[in-house]
């Protein structure tokens, strides 16, 4: 007994140590986005739709091979059949005939090939379907991730300015202890330090609710969390660009999926146009079968039963035939086929040339934005820069009593906002330079267009 209760308390330790480990275990954004596309159950449901429509197009390859079938049909009489020598014979009578038939489309106006084709090109509009599902899904663990970053460091600002309240409530202690301050000193610098605890507060539980939405949002198992590694220098800093829209457009019209999409279901519906009108035309079909049959009223003149083999060769009948099908009147169902499929291909090149136009725009704006964040950047690091400088007079102002504590309390919340819209700045050109490389399919090509300085 003792010895389990031991081992079940290792157990429990074990188990302890182990969940620690998960939850302060550091995740890179690459770990990020690979989990989710191996667990994000939209991308796999895109997945099995792009999986049927491969099998489809498979399946229709082999409409073009011949079709082969084997058949049989028995029949049993119980009062009267005919022999061989066409003679009635009463009584309980059986025969079986059985055979191979088979037939191969000569010409059927095209129909087959087009089909075929059509279901190529909605196979590649499906898989343009799965990787732009994909790319969303990039996109907004990265989104998501650069957050948490930023969040991350607001929380370092914030603990940061604590520390300097921290010592600031020690001085002033110290100053009312030795008499050298009056007593209200203690409840101004005591309110400094509530606001500078709430803020801290509010930085961390913002922190902990982005890490449950990241953990949430790449299928991670409950009550694990992630602690990003803070990667931010690796993806390079904030910098002007001379990619054009242009350039830009140029190389997204050969790689974004939701433009590839429209270009493949354009096809799908222009190879649609083509069987509608095919099946206007006549058909040529090639026949063939071998038959055979077994009669129980076929006898030998001993009157014993003819055997198989025999009736086998009796009774075979190859044969082959030719049958063309003249389409003459059918309602016109295949002149109103005809004319929605023209619809349908007009509606398909609208809308290429909407989602050109939507992602054209989209190029633009994000183009504007990464240089708008660029100079924000700069700004945002000017301000910090004087921000720095007015703090460190004012804290300095502050300890020779020169100012009080809701001036020292304004320069401090100057420079945690100048830090803030520094970083904010920053992940927001990061996040921008992203969203381009992955319009554009170039992880590199923000910096490869980037002037020398």
């Not at 206007?280 to 076929?298: Q, R």
């Not at 460190?392 to 100057?414: H, K, P």
Request: hydrophobic share 40%.
């Amino acid at each position: 007994m003792i010895r389990l209760k031991h081992t079940v308390w290792l157990m429990m330790v074990f188990s302890i140590i182990t969940s620690t480990a998960q939850e302060n275990e550091a995740w890179t954004l690459e770990r990020c986005v690979e989990h989710a596309m191996t667990h994000n159950l939209d991308l796999k449901i895109r997945q099995n739709v792009e999986q049927k429509a491969v099998l489809d197009h498979r399946q229709s390859r082999w409409s073009m091979a011949p079709s082969v079938n084997g058949w049989s049909n028995s029949n049993m009489n119980f009062q009267r059949a005919t022999n061989q020598y066409n003679q009635i014979e009463s009584g309980t009578t059986h025969s079986t005939t059985y055979g191979i038939s088979s037939s191969l489309d000569l010409f059927a106006g095209f129909t087959k090939q087009n089909t075929m084709a059509a279901k190529r090109f909605y196979r590649l509009a499906t898989h343009e379907s799965t990787r732009l599902e994909a790319i969303n899904l990039e996109l907004e663990v990265t989104e998501t991730y650069i957050q948490l970053l930023y969040q991350k460091d607001l929380v370092t600002i914030a603990e940061e300015q604590m520390q300097i309240i921290d010592l600031e409530v020690q001085r002033i202690e110290a100053l009312i202890a030795s008499g050298r301050l009056e007593a209200v000193a203690q409840a101004e610098i005591n309110a400094l330090h509530s606001s500078a605890k709430l803020e801290l507060n509010r930085a961390q539980n913002s922190y902990r609710l982005l890490q449950l939405k990241l953990s949430q949002l790449i299928e991670l198992p409950s009550g694990t969390r992630i602690e990003p590694v803070d990667a931010i220098l690796q993806w390079g800093e904030p910098h002007l660009s001379n990619l054009t829209v242009d350039k830009a457009f140029s190389l997204t019209t050969n790689y974004y999926p939701s433009l590839l999409q429209k270009e493949h279901e354009l096809e799908f519906y222009r190879r649609q146009l083509m069987v509608a009108r095919g099946q206007m035309s006549p058909s040529l079909t090639l026949n063939g079968s071998y038959t055979s049959g077994f009669f129980s009223t076929d006898t030998l003149p001993d009157g014993k039963q003819t055997p198989f083999k025999t009736q086998f060769d009796n009774y075979r009948n190859p044969a082959v035939g030719l049958t063309i099908n003249i389409p003459i009147f059918n309602g016109k169902r295949n002149n109103y086929q005809i004319k929605m499929s023209h619809i349908d291909v007009k509606t398909a090149v609208y809308s290429l040339e909407s989602m050109q136009k939507m992602v054209r725009r989209e190029l633009e704006e994000s183009l504007l934005m990464l240089e708008s964040r660029y100079l924000e950047f700069e700004n945002a690091s000017n301000n910090l820069k004087f921000a720095t400088q007015s703090f460190n007079s004012y804290q300095e102002r502050f300890r020779l009593g020169m100012i009080n504590t809701t001036e020292f309390m304004n320069a401090q919340n100057l420079l945690m906002q100048a830090k803030a819209s520094q970083l904010m700045a920053k992940y927001s050109w990061t996040l921008q330079k992203r969203i381009v490389q992955l319009y554009t399919g170039n992880p590199k090509m923000i910096e490869e267009v980037t002037p020398d300085v």
